[in-house]
T-cell receptor, first 113, second 111 residues
Framework: SQTIHQWPATLVQPVGSPLSLECTVE??????LYWYRQAAGRGLQLLFY??????ISSEVPQNLSASRPQDRQFILSSKKLLLSDSGFYLC????????????FGPGTRLTVL | TQLLEQSPQFLSIQEGENLTVYCNSS?????LQWYRQEPGEGPVLLVT?????EVKKLKRLTFQFGDARKDSSLHITAAQPGDTGLYLC???????????FGAGTTVTVRA
């Protein structure tokens, strides 16, 4: 069966510091991968998605970037964090089928102080 | 980006009561998914509906996809405290790999 991992689970970082969040998927090959940000108790905002190694599509211009160095690895980064980057970050995968159901990781709670 | 509107935003009911959550859009979707999320965790898929007019039942949960594939509803019968959570609907666009999410409905079931 497929599993998706995210780490760290929680992170507290000072403004201006760099960021690296990692997501890995097991049990599938060539998945579509996604990064979302969620405000407290609300819907999900798509940040980036990738349909293959090295292929990144950005949905929202911002202080963040994403990379996919391996087939089942997706990384969310920032060179300098802003206060507004605080939030709950979720990684998801799908197999790109007709009904493109997405499956989510456990999330990372990021607090920028 | 297709816009999905969920209603109501908040819903608080007594254990044993029924509830319905709505998800509406002016756009047509290839499929629509419902997720439930608990605080501090990732959303968990409940169901995917694909065919217009489709009705799926999952124990006490009934999901319906509108005939025109623009809207959906989630009905819970005899709600239990374990049904408490944030319910999210998400629609898959026709020509891309992305889902558009509604803002969610926070459901609280009081014992």
């Amino acid at each position: 069966s497929q599993t998706i991992h995210q780490w760290p689970a929680t992170l507290v970082q000072p403004v201006g510091s760099p960021l690296s969040l990692e997501c890995t998927v097991e049990g599938t090959s060539n998945p579509n991968l996604y990064w979302y940000r969620q405000a407290a108790g609300r819907g999900l905002q798509l940040l980036f998605y990738s349909v293959g190694i090295g292929q990144i599509s950005s949905e929202v211009p911002q202080n963040l970037s994403a990379s996919r160095p391996q087939d089942r690895q997706f990384i969310l980064s920032s060179k300098k964090l802003l206060l507004s980057d605080s939030g709950f970050y979720l990684c998801a995968w799908s197999d790109g089928g007709t009904a493109d159901t997405q499956y989510f990781g456990p999330g990372t709670r990021l607090t920028v102080l | 980006t297709q816009l999905l509107e969920q209603s109501p935003q908040f819903l608080s009911i007594q254990e044993g009561e029924n509830l319905t959550v709505y998800c509406n859009s002016s756009s047509v979707f290839s499929s629509l998914q419902w997720y439930r999320q608990e605080p501090g965790e990732g959303p968990v898929l409940l169901v995917t509906v694909v065919t217009g007019g489709e009705v799926k039942k999952l124990k006490r949960l009934t999901f319906q996809f509108g005939d025109a594939r623009k809207d959906s509803s989630l009905h819970i019968t005899a709600a239990q405290p374990g049904d408490t959570g944030l319910y999210l609907c998400a629609g898959e666009g026709r020509d891309d790999y992305k889902l558009s999410f509604g803002a969610g409905t926070t459901v609280t079931v009081r014992a």
